[in-house]
């Protein structure tokens, strides 16, 4: 395999959800911790045949707490977060600014102002989150359109990106002119992601954005694709405790911390030579953090090899 072959190799739509519910990528091939991971290609983010649509609306505002949607809108909550990256996947690009809309539980989009539109931008780690409502049908011609976001991504001196994220199971994938597609420029597969209910009953979902860019190297150049992951953290969402298990798969120096949405780094939880083997940390936070999602990245050697998004929910008693 060619070095740039190598270089764009890595986990695509690694568990910010999924593996934060518990639930194993299809990454591992093997009980074994100390075989390889195997990663999927590293595939640039594509535009969507339908392009920007009718119903974007410019100069949305910035989401207030990472929230698209008001507390009382109709519908099914969805929380969507994920990463930017590079084209090579081997650096994160932050302040990429997010432009977001879609249609309500109804199928129906707000024309005349800026219900559930809004921009973010991604923090100092890369990472983005927003919390919203699953989007309705509505006709297109004598078809619905399956259930779909759209996003216009730019990152910092570089091209917008216009496009469309689906969800997995939606009947009406197969039957749209745009979703459908699975080829070519306008190829829809990597933007059709699962979505997990969590332990509150609201989706969750990941994607990570491959996009044209520069930012803050990775260097997964370096990868050999046996370094460690996080298996789970439980209990998620956690109030005063969180178990983290993980796996290394190679003798290093180990490094896990926790980051807030602003990229700050809060604790650091481990940061030892460690040899290959499976272990489990448990993370007490102080009282005083607050509320609210968190990511915990594990770094083998200084690299970060893997994440997951935890959210934490100390209840008040008065």
Known sequence: MSTENSRRQFL???????????????IIKANNPSKKMEFTACNETTI?????????????????????????EPGTKLILSGRVLNINCDEFIPNTEIDIWHANDAGSYDNTGFNLRGKTLTNTQGFYLFETVKPGLYLNGLSYRPSHIHFKITPPGFPTLTTQLY?????????????????????ASDRIIPLTANSQGHLEGTWDIVIDGSGTALGLHDIHLDKGIIYQASPNPFSNTLTIQYGIFLEAKVGISVYDLQGREVAILEEE???????ELVWNPENELPNGHYFIALKINALQVHYIKVLRNKQSYY
């Open 12 to 26: 695509k739509n690694t568990s910010l959800g999924v593996l934060g519910l518990g639930i194993l990528p299809e």
């Open 48 to 72: 969507d045949y339908f392009g920007q649509g009718p119903f974007y609306t410019p100069n949305a505002p910035g989401l207030l707490n990472n929230e698209l949607s008001q507390s009382n």
């Open 167 to 187: 969800f997995q199971g939606d009947p009406n994938i197969t039957n749209d002119n745009a979703a459908s597609i699975t080829s070519g420029i306008y190829d």
């Open 273 to 279: 030579t460690k040899v290959p083997e499976k272990y």
